[in-house]
């Protein structure tokens, strides 16, 4: 080993030291919420977790032995895109998604810019409903908008409702208090007056 790959490595340690942190952080929270859905009070929520977790150090000590197994080059893409899907609630590397349940307020949006037709699903007389999905996030921002069910693919009505979507910005939805992202489903109509 190179005095600089020496170096480069000690420099790196403190940032993977944090990510393996923040990684162990993710699952303890991921079972912590699985443990509250089941009914749970927040300490044996918690306590619960952690006696099935296990060993941080061995955790740590695996984490350490996949990052020298695997080159860089394909852990990184891996991290970009890692998520996993618990008892309704969408991790990502960032933040949780959460589904609309019980203890969950739902976003309520601020300001709803308008789908427009487009000029040939006018003249095709095209009316009815689009169901879209997307989160809003924590600061009311809609992302990862996806139509569930079509009305027009052919003359660009899904399309006008996906673009709208992106645009509409939310009061973000609430979890004990706090901000949370949220995966909504609702419906746009387009009708012809």
């Not at 993977?16 to 749970?40: P, S, V, Y």
């Not at 009061?171 to 012809?192: D, K, N």
């Amino acid at each position: 080993m190179s005095y600089f790959t020496r170096i480069g490595s000690l420099l790196r340690q403190p940032a993977l030291e944090r990510e393996f942190d923040e990684e162990i952080l993710f699952h303890l929270q991921t079972r912590t919420a699985q443990n509250r859905e089941r009914g749970m009070t927040a300490e044996a929520a918690e306590a619960e977790a952690r006696r099935r977790f296990g060993s941080v150090d061995g955790a740590k000590a695996g984490m350490r032995q996949a990052r020298i197994a695997k080159p860089l080059a394909l852990v990184l893409p891996a991290l970009a895109i890692l998520t996993l899907s618990v008892s309704g609630v969408l991790w990502s590397r960032r933040e949780p998604v959460y589904d609309l349940t019980a203890g969950i307020s739902a976003p309520v949006p601020i300001a709803a810019p308008r789908a427009e037709y487009t000029t040939e699903a006018m003249r095709q007389k095209i009316q009815g409903t689009i169901r879209l999905q997307c989160v809003v996030g924590r600061d009311g921002v809609c992302s990862d908008v996806k139509v569930i069910r079509s009305l027009d693919r052919t003359f660009g009505l899904d399309d006008r409702a996906v673009t709208a979507l992106r645009e509409w910005h939310f009061r973000p939805g609430l979890r004990q208090g706090r901000s949370v992202a949220t995966r909504i489903t609702f419906e746009l109509r387009f009708a012809l007056r």
